[in-house]
């Protein structure tokens, strides 16, 4: 079993970069997929960034590329995403989430509680 816990959020201005990671407890991280999903009031979850395991691919949503990348350093058990040019409508509460399978199916086995991050103008 994994188990995840985010950290890094924060309040940041319009243009500035944040740095979230997303710890491993238990079972290495390496062997997930690792998924960050972002959460507004009102709006269903949105998947923004994933990891394969062993680093075999990523994805990132249109709406943060070039902006967003997923990085894992397995000597520390933890994935990141680093966040520069912040946008106010980046703001909303961020998960991590690991899979046992490959991300594209969309099955996520373990989540952690999140970190919220806001963007002021």
């Known amino acids: 079993q994994a188990k995840v816990v985010e950290s890094g959020g924060g309040l940041v201005q319009s243009g500035g970069s944040l740095r979230l990671s997303c710890a491993g407890t238990?079972?290495?991280?390496?062997?997930?997929?690792i998924g960050w999903f972002r959460q507004v009031p009102g709006k269903e979850r949105e998947g923004i960034s994933y990891i394969s395991r062993h680093d075999v691919s990523r994805y990132y949503a249109d709406s943060v590329k070039g902006r967003f990348t997923i990085s894992r350093d397995n000597t520390k058990n933890t994935v990141y995403l680093q966040m520069n040019s912040l946008k106010v409508e980046d703001s909303g509460f961020y998960y991590c989430?690991?899979?046992?399978?490959?991300?594209?199916?969309?099955?996520?086995?373990?989540w952690g509680q999140g970190t919220q991050v806001s963007v002021s103008s």
């Open positions: 238990g079972r290495g991280l390496d062997n997930y997929a």
């Open positions: 989430a690991a899979s046992t399978g490959d991300y594209d199916v969309g099955l996520w086995d373990y």
